[in-house]
């Protein structure tokens, strides 16, 4: 591993940009870390997704190299990000409910069998 320090590269929506940004640094032998906010790492475990952006790290000697491929070679439309957090945001609330609801009705057999 890299005794360097690490630095942060770009925060990502979801896995599938995540692994993007992954390749093109692959590809140029450049080392990176993937961090997920808060308990998304294990909600990637369980679901395979989160609700949140993923951070993407590089050690401080790659990060000039790392910045110029990412900005060149990963460019998207920020056009659509507000619709995408107003998705995500109404997805996280459906989630939210169906499991208050599981929750609810495993209490209530539970109640019902006694």
């Given amino acids: 591993m890299y005794k360097d320090t690490w630095i942060h590269l770009i925060n990502v929506a979801d896995v599938y940009k995540a692994e993007i940004v992954e390749s093109i640094l692959r590809e140029a032998n450049i080392p990176f870390q993937r961090k997920?906010?808060?308990?998304d790492g294990?909600?990637?475990l369980v679901t395979g997704g989160t609700l949140n952006n993923i951070e993407?790290?590089?050690?401080?000697?790659?990060?000039d190299d790392a910045i110029n491929l990412v900005s060149v070679s990963y460019e998207e439309d920020n056009s659509g990000?507000?619709?995408?957090?107003?998705?995500?945001?109404?997805?996280?609330?459906i989630i939210l409910i169906a499991i208050?609801?599981?929750?609810?009705?495993g209490l209530f057999m539970v109640i019902a069998d006694q």
């Fill in 100 to 105: 208050a609801f599981s929750i609810l009705y």
């Fill in 56 to 63: 993407l790290y590089v050690p401080d000697i790659f990060y």
């Fill in 36 to 39: 997920y906010a808060g308990t």
């Fill in 81 to 93: 990000d507000e619709t995408y957090q107003q998705d995500k945001s109404y997805l996280s609330g």
């Fill in 42 to 44: 294990y909600l990637k």
